[in-house]
């Protein structure tokens, strides 16, 4: 069992910035893939980018590309999503997962966090 914890969200304007933080417990973390997926009213949770066990490998959605940073520290158990030049769109839930290999389907995420609201207003 891998535990995960979000962090990080809140309300900001349109422009600004955010970073998320996912505390891991339970099973070795930097044994797992790490992706953050997001929810928005009435909407599918969609992937938003993941990143492999060591770091060397990252994957995002085109709709954050140039604007997130996927990133972890496996000796602190955490990884991170650095959020700039949000827009409204951004608003949603924002969950931590860790699975087997780095991909973009959900369904390959065997653990998930509770999500942490992102607001960004216009």
């Known amino acids: 069992q891998v535990q995960l914890v979000e962090s990080g969200g809140g309300l900001v304007q349109a422009g600004g910035s955010l970073r998320l933080s996912c505390a891991a417990s339970?099973?070795?973390?930097?044994?797992?893939?790490m992706g953050w997926f997001r929810q928005a009213p009435g909407k599918e949770r969609e992937f938003v980018a993941t990143i492999n066990w060591s770091g060397g490998y990252t994957l995002y959605a085109d709709s954050v590309k140039g604007r997130f940073t996927i990133s972890r520290d496996n000796a602190k158990n955490t990884g991170y999503l650095q959020m700039n030049s949000l827009k409204p769109e951004d608003t949603a839930v924002y969950y931590c997962?860790?699975?087997?290999?780095?991909?973009?389907?959900?369904?390959?995420?065997?653990?998930w966090g509770q999500g942490t609201q992102v607001t960004v207003s216009s």
């Open positions: 997962a860790v699975g087997r290999a780095p991909t973009l389907r959900r369904y390959d995420y065997n653990y």
């Open positions: 339970g099973r070795t973390f930097s044994n797992y893939a």
